[in-house]
């Protein structure tokens, strides 16, 4: 029992910290909101396993509704972990699927601070252009629209850093009127079928994000590989939980 409350209080303060520490970074979403959550849930149930172990074995003697309580509850913890599970296994396993080599790369656009790169944007943008130079006759759709806050648009952002890097602008496609993965993707695939590159594609985006992007790209029938772009390590959890709640997403209500 000690060292089962001893874990819950560690896992909670643990989870506190990284999905707490990202909140100054001007990042606050479903990710790290239920991340602390469940944090609290944790360390609450640490500090007072005994009262909560009470309660269930005080519900489950009073038989009928109390034993359907408990029985709802532990159902429900199960549901959750068993598809926070299967989900990471799919997100893990996503980032290891190759391209076909010379593929020409989509690379999904994300936020820009004013002119600027974000971290997680040039991440992609250093992964698309390791990929560039190695497939030395690839091209690339740079993908992303303006949004909030953005002088420029994500791809003109892209386009600006990768000529920069050494890459050629012959080589480089924009798309700068998407507002999300889906539409990315779509108009992506447009571009593909215009310049007849064909309906292979190595989708560069957050190691994270890829098997969502991989998963809307095979519905618009473009067959990808992924290109995996780092998160900086105190970014991970809250973005990996979020895109937790946006596979559920594409799983229910993608077309």
Known sequence: MRAVQVLLIVLGAAGLFFFGAVIPKRVLN????????????LLL?????????????YAWSRKGAGTAVVVMLLGAISAILFLAVLISLKMAFAMRVRPKAGAPAIVLGCEVRGEKPSRALSSRIDAAAAYLQENETAVAILSGGKGSGERISEAACMQRELVKRGIAPERLYVEDTSRSTRENLINSGKILEEKGLGQDAAIVTSEFHCYRAMLIAKKEGISAGAVPAKTFWLYL???????LFGVLYEWQYGL
């Open 45 to 57: 149930g640490g500090f007072h396993l005994s009262g909560v172990c009470s309660f269930f074995a």
């Open 237 to 243: 959890p809250t973005f990996w939980v979020r895109e």
């Open 30 to 41: 479903v990710g790290n909101l239920s991340g602390l959550f469940m944090s609290v849930l």
